[in-house]
C-alpha cells in the first residue's frame, strides 16, 4: 500500500510543478537541476562571514550551533542574526520570490544557515551523506561559498534530473526515501569560487562530498513552506525553532 500511495504523491507533486511551478528566473532549474553564478559576493564580505561563523563556531554552548557527531561539520543555524549589517548583499526576500515562483508554493518562513566543514575521520560530508530534502516536495536551496571549493574541500555534488524523474529512477532510489546508502548514477561536482552562489533543487538527490582538506565555509537560505516547518527540520538538533525562525508576512 505505502509504494502505492508514494506513487500517487509523486505523480500529483508532478502534475503541481507542470501546472503552478517552473516559472518565473530559476525555470531553467527544471532542466539544470542546479546552476551557478560566479561573483555575487565580494572578497571582503566573504571574509568577514567566515570571521563571524569561527566566532559562533567556537564558543562552546551557542544556542544556535549544531556540530555532527566527529565535528567536521559545524552549522550557525539564524546565521541572519550575526550578520544584520551584511544581510542586504543576499538580498533574501529576491530570492525567496524567485523560489517561490519556481515551487508555486509561497515561503511562509526563513533563515540562514552557515557551516565551516573541516576534515575529520569518517567524516560523511555535510548534510550527513547522500539524501534529498523532500522525497516529494520541490525545494530550492540558494548556498554562497564564502570559500574557495575544490575537489579536496567538500564541494556539493548532485545526481542531475533526480529532482523530476523520481518514476524513472525508482528502482535505484525507492519513492517516499529521503536517504541513501549508495550511488547508482554519475554525480555532478560544484567547484567554485568564494562568492559564487549555487542555486539547486534539493528534491534531487545530494550531498556534501566528504572532505579531505582545508575547509570549507558556506551560507545556505533555507525556504519553509509552514512557519513550524522548522520543528521537523531540527528535530532531534538540540536547538530551539524559536531562535532560529524568521516569519514571512502572510
Partial sequence: MSTMVNYVKAVAASAWMHSL?????????????????????????????IARIDT?????????VWRDDVVSDTRVLGFEQDIPDLLPQLAVERRIAAADAYTGRKTKAWFLMANR??????NLGSGGGLHRDSPFSHQVKYIWYLSDV????????????????????????PLGQTRFDRVAHDMVEVTAKAGSLLICDTKCIHRGKPIQAGARYAVTLYTLPTEDGARNLLHGSGIDPELVVQPRPS
Fill in 56 to 64: 559562533a563556531a567556537d564558543e562552546s554552548a551557542h544556542p544556535r
Fill in 150 to 173: 575544490t575537489t579536496e574541500n567538500g564541494p556539493f555534488q548532485f545526481i542531475p534530473d533526480t529532482h523530476f524523474n523520481l518514476l524513472k529512477t525508482r528502482a535505484e532510489y
Fill in 21 to 49: 511551478g517552473a516559472r518565473g528566473d530559476l525555470r531553467k532549474l527544471k532542466e539544470k537541476t542546479a546552476m551557478v553564478l560566479p561573483d555575487v559576493l565580494p572578497s571582503a564580505s566573504c571574509q568577514e562571514m
Fill in 117 to 122: 566543514v573541516v576534515p575529520r575521520r569518517n
